[in-house]
């Protein structure tokens, strides 16, 4: 138990942590985005569609800031200690506005979210069931964001920000015992996100398959000299190296689950947007098309995760 007050001199401040982020996102950027896309694979594998799980991960931001509204804070025992929660009343239209579905396919996605009992409608109540999908318990992802904040607390002890670097176990047990005030913040950093890259790739299945492309070229210019470069110079050297070893569709479908049918019609489509280009070899990578398109919401993105960041590193060290 904590004693005694925090000490306020102490905290961290979202414009100090966005800073260092943008200073060293050679080595950090690669890291969060294989995160996000590992993040997507685990989203997909729940019901093979995105946009179910967005709209249920949209209705549990719902229920967690009603919580928070009214100064209520769960553990991840508390908040799992019971296979269902219960939800504020929606609409589809609300749906359909604030995660960018349309209409007919919103109303359709949640009829089948209801047959398949993982929304339970009752004459008083919306329940949301998570016996009924799996990889419900998101603990994969509290280790990889615990990984992830440990590695970039120890660049902020080297900028004075923190005065020690946090263990990846002080930062999950941080996290589970905050963990409906944690969580709400990490849908505000998911949702927006998703909704962004929805409205430029047109579906979150595109996106999907393209991130995977991104993050191969993130990980092959960071491991090729892109440490030592500055963020709009390892951005541009993700594009532009023509010796990336891209990966093939057979590859792009065993890493995000998505069947190969798919991700070769999503690939197609890709090509014929000059988003990105395929060798003899039948290996896609990107090109550069998309760059001044994907940079603003990238950077929206990372304002968002240093106010999430801010948030656990403050509820570690306070």
């Known amino acids: 138990m904590r004693i005694g007050l925090p000490n306020i001199s102490e905290q961290v401040y979202k414009e100090d942590l966005s800073r260092i982020f943008e200073k060293n996102y050679p080595i950090i950027g690669p890291i969060w985005v294989t995160h996000q896309t590992e993040w997507l694979n685990s989203i997909y594998a729940s019901f093979k569609n995105h946009d179910k799980f967005l709209i249920l991960i949209y209705l549990i931001k719902k229920t967690l800031d009603f919580y928070s509204k009214n100064l209520v804070k769960l553990t991840y025992n508390e908040f799992y200690s019971k296979d269902t929660v219960e939800i504020e009343k929606f609409n589809v239209s609300e749906i359909s506005k604030n995660i960018v579905i349309p209409k007919e396919s919103a109303r359709r996605k949640i009829i089948e979210l209801e047959n398949s009992y993982a929304i339970l409608r009752t004459s008083k109540k919306i329940i949301i069931d998570r016996s009924s999908f799996p990889f419900v318990k998101p603990i994969n992802s509290i280790r990889r964001i615990s990984r992830f904040l440990s590695i970039f607390s120890k660049m902020l002890v080297e900028e004075n920000i923190l005065k020690k670097q946090l263990s990846s ?27 962004g890259y929805k409205k430029i790739f047109g579906d979150l299945e595109t996106f999907h398959i393209y991130g995977t492309c991104l993050v191969n070229q993130h990980i092959y210019s960071k491991e090729h000299g892109g440490s030592n470069l500055t963020k709009s110079e390892f951005v541009e050297s993700i594009f532009s190296s023509l010796e990336t070893q891209g990966l093939n569709a057979m590859s792009i479908s065993d890493i995000t689950g998505i069947p190969r049918a798919t991700v070769v019609r999503k690939l197609n489509r890709l090509i014929k947007q000059d988003y990105l280009s395929i060798n003899n070899k039948k290996h896609y990578r990107l090109t550069g098309n998309l760059i001044k398109t994907l940079v603003p919401i990238q950077n929206s993105v990372l304002r968002q995760l240093g106010e999430f960041s801010t948030t656990i590193y403050n509820l570690a060290i306070l």
């Open 169 to 195: 176990e002080e930062l999950e047990k941080t996290i589970k015992e905050n963990f409906s005030l944690v969580w709400k913040a990490y849908y505000e950093l998911q949702i927006p996100m998703m909704v």
